[in-house]
């Protein structure tokens, strides 16, 4: 994990608004993609992946946002959505969201959650890990 960026997404720093990285030069505008999952209840069904990588792209290709927020509660959607934002050359905030969860399973969720980030991240892509977000 020591190679990851944490990263508290407030204010000026939100990828919905224009930011400067700290690891390069160029502005990054992004958007949130949820995978809509919150404590044993999937909003978002069925969770096809055609649709996820179709619609990150349209992010990439149609909104121009060269990073993406991907939040949820649901480690397997998260990496599966992180890893096509990060194959289409996004920029990822890997965005766990610990909604309704005791202290424990907040824990257990970050810390799985921080594994798949930095597996990402050791493959090239460009990561921010998010442990809370307004």
């Known amino acids: ?33 949820d ?13 096809d992946s055609e649709v996820v990588e179709r619609e990150l792209r349209i992010i990439r290709d149609d909104l121009h946002c060269n990073a993406v927020r991907v939040m949820g509660g649901d480690p397997e959607r998260l990496e599966l959505a992180a890893t096509f934002a990060a ?3 996004l920029e990822v905030w890997f965005s766990p969201y610990p909604l309704e969860l005791t202290a424990d399973e907040v824990l257990s969720l970050f810390a799985d959650c921080a594994e798949r980030a930095e597996r990402l991240r050791q493959r090239g892509a460009e990561v921010v890990f998010v442990t809370g977000a307004s």
């Open 1 to 33: 994990m020591a190679g990851l960026r944490p990263g508290i997404v407030t204010g000026a720093e939100s990828p919905f608004s224009l930011r400067r990285s700290t690891t390069a030069t160029v502005a990054t505008g992004g958007i949130s993609y």
């Open 87 to 89: 194959d289409l050359g």
């Open 35 to 47: 995978t809509d999952y919150i404590k044993g209840r999937n909003a978002r069904e069925p969770f």
